[in-house]
């Protein structure tokens, strides 16, 4: 069964900290997302990693960075959080070939104060 | 581009009543296309993909590529239908395959 765990739940953070934003999956999947998720705007792709090391702007990468160390972990990192990214957050992974299903995390609710 | 249309934002219908959800997309290539699930605090998930061409709790989605559509549909809608639903295509972009969700329509299905 895939696994996909994002290290928080709930996250309050306040104006101007450095977040990070964890996540693992177990099935040695290839592809990492990281999106975040609003009311009337649906899922919106940040960054994506193919491999290790490396990673691909999505359609909104603006105050975002990531990094893959490993394989199985993708971190977003809020470089100065800012109350415009209060939102939920969804990581997913899915394996490198065509008409792959992706597999979701639970979801970070992120709250800038 | 790839792009994801969702025109409704929220679809209410009565249980028994039949359902559409529509997803228009647009994409230079051949697409591939995927419905997803949020139940109520629940975690995304797969529902369909097009290539399956299979029925998914009572769900079916044909690729009518004429239309560029990929409607969700099912003939008697039951109350636990009732969830987040997001259109998805998945395609090539600058060499990798990127996926693209709509802005997801709420099914409420009334009692």
């Known amino acids: 069964d895939v696994k996909v765990t994002q290290s928080s739940r709930y996250l309050v953070k306040r104006t101007g900290e450095k977040v990070f934003l964890e996540c693992v999956q177990d099935?040695?999947?290839?592809?990492m997302f990281w999106y975040r998720q609003d009311p009337g705007l649906g899922l919106r792709l940040i960054y994506f990693s193919y491999d290790v090391k490396m990673k691909e702007k999505g359609d909104i990468p603006e105050g975002y960075s990531v990094s893959r160390e490993k394989k199985e972990r993708f971190s977003l990192i809020l470089e100065s959080a800012s109350t415009n990214q209060t939102s939920m957050y969804l990581c997913?992974?899915?394996?490198?070939?065509?008409?792959?299903?992706?597999?979701f995390g639970q979801g970070t609710r992120l709250t800038v104060v | 581009a790839q792009r994801v249309t969702q025109p409704e934002k929220l679809l209410s219908v009565f249980k028994g009543a039949p359902v559409e959800l529509k997803c228009n997309y647009s994409y230079s290539g051949s697409p591939e296309l995927f419905w997803y699930v949020q139940y109520s605090r629940q975690r995304l998930q797969l529902l369909l993909r097009h290539i399956s061409r299979e029925s998914i709790k009572g769900f079916t989605a044909d690729l009518n590529k004429g239309e560029t559509s990929f409607h969700l549909k099912k003939p008697f809608a039951q109350e636990e239908d009732s969830a987040m639903y997001y259109c998805?295509?998945?395609?090539?972009?600058?060499?990798?395959?990127?996926?693209?969700f709509g802005t997801g329509t709420k099914l409420q299905v009334i009692p």
């Open positions: 997913a992974s899915s394996l490198a070939r065509v008409n792959t299903e992706a597999f």
């Open positions: 998805a295509l998945s395609g090539r972009s600058g060499g990798y395959q990127k996926v693209t």
């Open positions: 099935m040695d999947h290839e592809n």
